[in-house]
Antibody
Framework: EMQLVESGGGLVQPGGSLRLSCAASGFTFSRYWMHWVRQAPGKGLVWVSRISGDGSSTNYADSVKGRFTISRDNAKNTLYLQMNSLRAEDTAVYSC??????????????WGQGTLVTVSS | DIVMTQSPDSLAVSLGERATINCKSSQSVLYRSNSKNYLAWYQKKPGQPPKLLIYWASTRESGVPDRFSGSGSGTDFTLTISSLQAEDVAVYYCQQYYSAPPYTFGQGTKLEIK
């Protein structure tokens, strides 16, 4: 059974850092583009970042560029999001998601339940 | 960036009736070389992850009931639920994956029972 399980969320002060993890199982992790998407309380879905299957290509939303870093460890079937210089507006549930097939420019067919990040003093 | 605009923001429909949600993109998401519209629809229920319903504007994801259908091309798209069931209460989002990144979503349409 395909599973994506996020962890690492929590309460952090403005300017602080957090590292999110997404453990994948049930599919050949290294073959898929993976994404992070966030949803602030009461708001809609916002794409955050993506990474290619081999980790060689990454992209970011303008709102997080220079502060967040996406990475993956294919030997551990795990996706990461290192979040630095956190701001109150980064407060959201962060979910990892898989691209629909092995290619780029695809929708997201599997999503994790998400992990809540709260940035507050 | 492509802006996705959904209408209406909320919708109340009686059980068994048709529900229609619209999505408009600020520029075409039709890739002419393969004639595919890079447009997806998702269903989001509270406490659950989003569920992919439709991709390529009209292709139903495996396991999605056939009462869900997608149509449209270019910049204007529609998600139709032919006969609303109680379990369809959710927020629905359209997403373009044509000009990405960023992969932009609509603001969401909240569907309720009348």
């Amino acid at each position: 059974e395909m599973q994506l399980v996020e962890s690492g969320g929590g309460l952090v002060q403005p300017g602080g850092s957090l590292r999110l993890s997404c453990a994948a199982s049930g599919f050949t992790f290294s073959r898929y583009w993976m994404h992070w998407v966030r949803q602030a309380p009461g708001k809609g879905l916002v794409w955050v970042s993506r990474i290619s299957g081999d980790g060689s290509s990454t992209n970011y939303a303008d709102s997080v560029k220079g502060r967040f870093t996406i990475s993956r460890d294919n030997a551990k079937n795990t996706l990461y999001l290192q979040m630095n210089s956190l701001r109150a507006e980064d407060t959201a549930v962060y979910s990892c998601a898989r691209a629909h097939d092995y290619h780029d420019y695809r929708p997201f067919d599997y999503w994790g339940q998400g992990t809540l990040v709260t940035v507050s003093s | 960036d492509i802006v996705m605009t959904q209408s209406p923001d909320s919708l109340a429909v009686s059980l068994g009736e048709r529900a229609t949600i619209n999505c408009k993109s600020s520029q075409s998401v039709l890739y002419r070389s393969n004639s595919k519209n890079y447009l997806a629809w998702y269903q989001k229920k509270p406490g659950q992850p989003p569920k992919l319903l439709i991709y390529w504007a009209s292709t139903r994801e495996s396991g999605v009931p056939d009462r869900f259908s997608g149509s449209g091309s270019g910049t204007d798209f529609t998600l139709t639920i032919s006969s609303l069931q109680a379990e369809d209460v959710a927020v629905y989002y359209c997403q373009q994956y044509y000009s990405a990144p960023p992969y932009t979503f609509g603001q969401g349409t909240k569907l309720e029972i009348k």
